[in-house]
């Protein structure tokens, strides 16, 4: 349009100079006589120059002008081109915003979790199983937690003894399943949940890991019962070959696990004891051994009969001496805090 514009100012101009030209003519006529061929030839020449000076003008001005118009259009394009790009990268930008914003909320939930884990909510032992009300003595099944790095675990819970919340790590009862076993076995435990069982060397160290009470029961075959409480209990990891540490004893059958306090356990393909005898192979079990024994609550079940002619059996010494193999056995553990 700006184009077409100056063309019709242009062709103004040359139509004014023109007129301006005619209207000269007829002063010039008065002049003093010329050769009249001549002036006229001379008169259209310079129009013609003129008319030729414009229109290369004009030719000159529009191309200017459609330089220019193309300049304008080359910008506008370009800045078409850099709104669009700035465009693109304000997408970007948001998408990039709400990825980010996506990952915090993942994060934030993630962080609500381990929260929830890490406070009393989370479900790591028979006492948070017993603080969230399930009150009855049985099986459960502890989920899996990431944070704690435990594995879904089958466990017995004990929620009537002295307040509940025990988590059994041990049991003798039956007497049919060995426990004459070797590293691996004691360190992902064995055996049947509601029968004689191993929780697991591996298992034992992670309950322990907040302080724990293990409180341990017993029988006789005259169906008299005793128990040993430690206030503090732990096991190391399998890197420090689950080392027993006791403390604060309490109870009636005497403190026959003291003797063990501060051993590495040992098993029949691993001689961790004290002494230059195998302990593990004397009296075939995996235990906290020393030298060897003061109590072997994972020897050989001895029935009625043969429970007081072996050093071998499930021996507590503070009770029945070192050779009488005892009934039935449960060891427990529970959180020091643990409020009934
Ligand atoms: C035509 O234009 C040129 C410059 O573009 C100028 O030098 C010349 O004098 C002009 N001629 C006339 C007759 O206007
Ligand atoms: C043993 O009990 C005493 C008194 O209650 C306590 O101060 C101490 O911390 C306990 N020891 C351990 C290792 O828990
Ligand atoms: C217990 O085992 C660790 C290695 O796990 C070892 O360094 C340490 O000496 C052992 N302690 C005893 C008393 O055998
Ligand atoms: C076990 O040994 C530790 C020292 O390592 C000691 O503090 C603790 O009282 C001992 N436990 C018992 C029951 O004697
Ligand atoms: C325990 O049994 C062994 C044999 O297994 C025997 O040599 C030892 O004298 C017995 N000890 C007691 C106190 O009865």
Same mark, same amino acid.
């Given at each position: 349009m700006a184009k077409e514009n100056l063309g019709i100012i242009l062709l103004g101009v040359t139509l004014l100079l023109l007129a301006e030209t005619w209207a000269q003519n007829p002063r010039k006529r008065l002049s003093?006589?010329?050769?009249p061929k001549a002036q006229c030839c001379d008169e259209v020449r310079s129009l013609k120059v003129q008319v030729a000076n414009l229109t290369s003008l004009l030719e000159e001005l529009s191309r200017k002008q459609e330089t220019d118009l193309m300049n304008v259009v080359r910008q506008i394009m370009e800045l078409d081109k850099q709104n669009r790009q700035q465009e693109t990268r304000v997408t970007e930008a948001e998408s990039k915003y709400s990825e980010i914003n996506n990952r915090v909320e993942i994060m934030q939930l993630h962080t609500l979790q381990s929260a929830t884990k890490s406070?009393? @909510? #989370?479900?790591? $032992?028979c006492a948070s199983l017993y603080s969230k009300n399930?009150?009855?003595?049985g099986e459960y099944k502890l989920p899996k937690d990431d944070f704690l790095g435990s594995p879904e675990l089958n466990v017995y819970c $004990?929620?009537? =003894? !002295?307040?509940g919340g025990w988590t059994l790590i041990q049991r003798r009862k039956i007497?049919? =399943?060995?426990? !004459?076993? @070797?590293w691996k076995q004691y360190k992902s435990g064995f055996g049947s949940i509601r029968g004689d069982f191993w929780l697991g060397n591996d298992n034992i160290f992670r309950l322990t890991r907040q302080p724990s009470v293990l409180r341990i029961e017993m029988e006789d075959w005259e169906g008299q019962t005793r128990y040993a409480e430690y206030g503090f209990f732990t096991v190391a990891n399998e890197l420090n070959s689950y080392k027993l540490f006791l403390a604060n004893y309490s109870g009636n #059958?005497?403190?026959? &696990?003291r003797y063990h306090n501060n051993t590495n356990f040992s098993t029949s393909d691993k001689d961790n004891d004290?002494?230059?005898? *195998?302990c593990a192979s004397l009296r075939k079990g995996g235990y906290w051994y020393n030298c060897c024994t @003061?109590? !072997? &609550?994972n020897g050989v079940f001895y029935r009625y009969g043969q *429970?007081?002619?072996?050093? @071998?059996?499930? =021996?507590?010494y503070g009770w029945h001496g070192s050779n009488y193999s005892l009934k039935k056995v449960e060891m427990k553990v529970r959180p020091v805090e643990f409020q009934p």
């Open positions: 003093p006589p010329k050769p406070s009393s @909510d #989370a479900i790591y $032992d399930y009150k009855i003595s $004990d929620m009537e =003894t !002295n307040g007497g049919l =399943t060995s426990f !004459n076993r @070797d #059958a005497g403190d026959s &696990l004290k002494c230059v005898d *195998h @003061d109590s !072997n &609550l *429970h007081m002619k072996n050093s @071998d059996g499930i =021996t507590w």
